[in-house]
C-alpha cells in the first residue's frame, strides 16, 4: 500500500526558513508524481500552494516554493510569517488516474 | 475567475444515498480530468475519485469502490458524485477539485447519522 509521508509537525521561527518534505513509504518522488501543495487553515477549504512541482498558484508569494530535494518533494517557506501557521498538505499522482494525499504537517511559527 | 461551486450535502441515514454536484465555471471544462477529495471532520485530506475528461475511464479509491460512482456532464460543465450505501465513515467535506491545476471548490457538508 502506497502512503505519503509528511512530517506530523515542524516548528520556525519568524522571518525564518523551512522546507517541508513529502516522501514515499517506497521509492522516490519526481517529477512524475505531479506533486502539489496546499495550505488549510480550520474552517476553511484548502488553497492551492504549488502545483506540477513547482507551479505558484496565482496570487502565491514568491516566499513559497516547491522543488525536488533528494528523494522527497519540497515546499520551502521563505521569510515565515505568523499567518502562515496552518496545515499543509502534499498529493501525489501514483498512475492510473491515483492521487494519494500525505497525512498534512502541522506548521508552528513561534 | 475560476469558479467549482459544489451541492447536495446532507444530513442522510446509514444505507442512505446521496448525488453531489459541482458547477464549473471561468475555464474550459472538458480540458481537465476532476477529481473528488474529501476532509472528515478534524482528519486529512482523502482522495476520492477521479473521471478523464471525456468520463470513459474512471478512478475510486478502495474506501469507496462499489459504492460510489463519479460521472461528468461536459454540456453542463457539471462533476458529479453518486453516493450509494453511506456510512459514517463517509462524514465529511467534499471539494471538487482539478489536481492538475490550482482549482478547488468551497466544499459541501455529508453527514451520515441517524
Known amino acids: 500500500q502506497t502512503v505519503v509521508t509528511q512530517e506530523p509537525s515542524f516548528s520556525v521561527s519568524p522571518g525564518g526558513t523551512v522546507t517541508l518534505t513529502c516522501g514515499l513509504n517506497s521509492g522516490s518522488v519526481s517529477t512524475t508524481h505531479y506533486p502539489n501543495w496546499y495550505q488549510q487553515t480550520p474552517g476553511q477549504a484548502p488553497r492551492t500552494l504549488i502545483y506540477n512541482t513547482n507551479t505558484r498558484s496565482s496570487g502565491v508569494p514568491d516566499r513559497f516554493s516547491g522543488s525536488i530535494l533528494g528523494n522527497k518533494a519540497a515546499l520551502t517557506i521563505t521569510g515565515a510569517q505568523a499567518d502562515d501557521e496552518c496545515d499543509y498538505y502534499c498529493v501525489l499522482y501514483m498512475g492510473s488516474g491515483i492521487w494519494v494525499f500525505g497525512g498534512g504537517t502541522k506548521l508552528i511559527v513561534l | 475567475e475560476v469558479h467549482l461551486l459544489e451541492s447536495g450535502g446532507a444530513l442522510v441515514q446509514p444505507g442512505g444515498s446521496l448525488r453531489l454536484a459541482c458547477a464549473a465555471s471561468?475555464?474550459?471544462?472538458?480540458?481537465?480530468?476532476m477529481t473528488w477529495v474529501r476532509q472528515a471532520p478534524g482528519k486529512g485530506l482523502e482522495w476520492v475519485s477521479g473521471i478523464s475528461i471525456s468520463g470513459d475511464t474512471t478512478y475510486y479509491a478502495d474506501s469507496v469502490k462499489g459504492r460510489f460512482t463519479i460521472s461528468r456532464d461536459n454540456s453542463k460543465n457539471t462533476l458529479y458524485l453518486q453516493m450509494n450505501s453511506l456510512r459514517a465513515e463517509d462524514t465529511a467535506e467534499y471539494y471538487c477539485?482539478?489536481?492538475?491545476?490550482?482549482?478547488w471548490g468551497q466544499g459541501t457538508l455529508v453527514t451520515v447519522s441517524s
Open positions: 477539485v482539478n489536481l492538475q491545476s490550482d482549482y
Open positions: 471561468g475555464f474550459t471544462f472538458t480540458n481537465y480530468a
